[in-house]
């Protein structure tokens, strides 16, 4: 069955920066693609951006400003997502989440998540 | 951008008894129509715990969900229903457009009168 599995929780002093792991099994790593979504206290899901893990494509969100990058290592079956010059705003739960259920554009809704990672930020 | 907004924010239903959720699409650019056509995602979400995918093209039912969950709509306007309340069926509910970029309701509530 397909699995997303996350790294562990992290704490960050403002300004640093923050990686967080998304590994995939049980599909074929190459053809869904792997998106970013974050919730922070208080807030509503927010999206950040996605990988095409087949060739590396990547699309993120303005909202971000570059803060954001995202990366895979295919041999590895992971993904990466990569939040720089960090602020206590940032602190929230990161999901990755799998494409499924596409249209021939290859757009559909997320039908796997990952179990979710802690980004807290304080000084 | 496309705006989801939700209504209720939140609701208290009898078990056994129907809960509906609403859905509404709107554009923040005058330019831009707030039409997403199907593109419409609803997940549910329990404490310490992900999303969980419940019905895509606003009203197909994910593998393994049960079937007093159901979705409809289109354009701008999209609702889920909860056909008969369980206890199991306490959270939160959002919906997601997945037309421009992606973007996600405020979320509902739904718990037990």
């Known amino acids: 069955q397909v699995n997303l599995v996350q790294s562990g929780a992290e704490m960050k002093k403002p300004g640093a920066a923050v990686k967080v792991s998304c590994k995939a099994s049980?599909?074929?790593?190459?053809?869904?693609?792997i998106h970013w979504v974050r919730h922070a206290p208080g807030q509503r899901l927010e999206w950040m951006g996605w990988i095409n893990p087949g060739n590396g494509h990547t699309k993120l969100s303005e909202t971000f400003q570059g803060r954001v990058t995202i990366t895979r290592d295919t041999s590895a079956r992971t993904v990466y997502m990569q939040l720089s010059s960090l602020t206590s705003e940032d602190t929230a739960i990161y999901y990755c989440?799998?494409?499924?259920?596409?249209?021939?554009?290859?757009?559909?809704?997320?039908?796997?998540w990952g179990q979710g990672t802690l980004v807290t930020v304080s000084s | 951008d496309i705006v989801m907004t939700q209504s209720p924010d939140s609701l208290a239903v009898s078990l056994g008894e129907r809960a509906t959720i609403n859905c509404k699409s709107s554009q923040t650019s005058f330019f831009y129509s707030s039409n997403i056509e199907n593109y419409l995602a609803w997940y549910q979400q329990k404490p310490g715990q992900p999303p969980k995918l419940l019905i895509y093209w606003a009203s197909i039912r994910e593998s393994g969900v049960p079937d007093r969950f159901s979705g409809s709509g289109s354009g701008t306007d999209f609702t889920l229903t909860i056909s008969s309340l369980q206890a199991e069926d306490v959270a939160v509910y959002y919906c997601?457009?997945?037309?421009?970029?992606?973007?996600f309701g405020q979320g509902t509530k739904v718990e037990i009168k």
């Open positions: 049980g599909y074929t790593f190459t053809l869904n693609a």
């Open positions: 997601q457009q997945y037309y421009s970029s992606r973007t």
């Open positions: 989440a799998r494409v499924g259920h596409v249209d021939t554009n290859m757009v559909g809704s997320f039908d796997n």
